[in-house]
């Protein structure tokens, strides 16, 4: 069975900074897709990244970027310049690929995060 | 881009109350939704997935009888929350698969409901 641990319940960036938020999985397969997710108070969900597992290119998207250690299992988001409306709640999450995906997403614990101004 | 329609987004009802909850694809056919839970400030957990023409899945755990499922279209999934009692309020959540895409593709998540057992 696949786990995804996210071990920072909460964490506070200043505007502008830069901030990481780290994320661990555990799975026995070889091809799968990583996802980052948030949600702010309004309870949205939003994709805000996507890593195929056999890409060893890191997935970017503007101000967002994943750092991919796949052989460590780790899959943190590097979120810079970071604006007040990041403030929100974020989920790392796993997908299988293949014939037996059954689109069934594994969520980790989620981290809140806090953008001061 | 795709759209997840959730209905009623709030819900506050009596105790032995049956609560039913749609969740539509607008644009695109789901042959496959999912139904979560969360509670405040914790992860959404899967309660079960919805496959169209067929029963659901639930997970270990989730009642089967208390969580109604009915996928009968390719449009639409709803949970019906059977005699609901203050322990089932919480934000619940459905998301849907496009079968028209390549498998691979993420979920679509609706905007959620917040049920409201007094």
């Known amino acids: 069975a696949q786990t995804v641990t996210q071990s920072q319940p909460e964490m506070s960036v200043q505007e502008a900074e830069t901030v990481t938020l780290s994320c661990t999985y555990d799975t026995s397969e070889s091809n799968y897709y990583l996802f980052w997710y948030k949600q702010p108070p309004s309870r949205q969900m939003i994709l805000v990244i996507r890593q195929e597992a056999y890409k060893q290119q890191n997935a970017t998207e503007n101000r967002f970027s994943v750092n991919f250690q796949k052989a460590a299992k780790s899959f943190s988001l590097k979120i810079s310049d970071s604006q007040l409306g990041d403030t929100a709640m974020y989920f790392c999450a796993f997908m299988k690929h293949g014939s037996g995906n059954t689109g069934k997403l594994i969520f980790g614990q989620g981290t809140t995060l806090q953008v001061k101004p | 881009g795709a759209v997840v329609s959730q209905h009623p987004s709030r819900v506050i009802c009596k105790s032995g109350t049956s609560v039913k909850i749609e969740c539509r694809s607008l644009d695109f056919q789901a042959t496959t939704m999912f139904w979560y839970r969360q509670f405040p400030k914790q992860s959404l957990m899967l309660m079960a997935t919805s496959n169209e023409g067929s029963k659901a899945t639930y997970e270990q755990g989730v009642e089967k009888d208390k969580f109604l499922i009915n996928h009968a279209s390719l449009t639409l999934s709803t949970l019906t929350v059977t005699s609901a009692h203050p322990e089932d309020s919480s934000f619940y959540i459905c998301?849907?698969?496009?079968?028209?895409?390549?498998?691979?593709?993420?979920?679509?998540f609706g905007d959620g409901t917040r049920l409201s057992i007094l």
């Open positions: 998301s849907a698969k496009n079968a028209d895409s390549l498998r691979n593709q993420p979920q679509h």
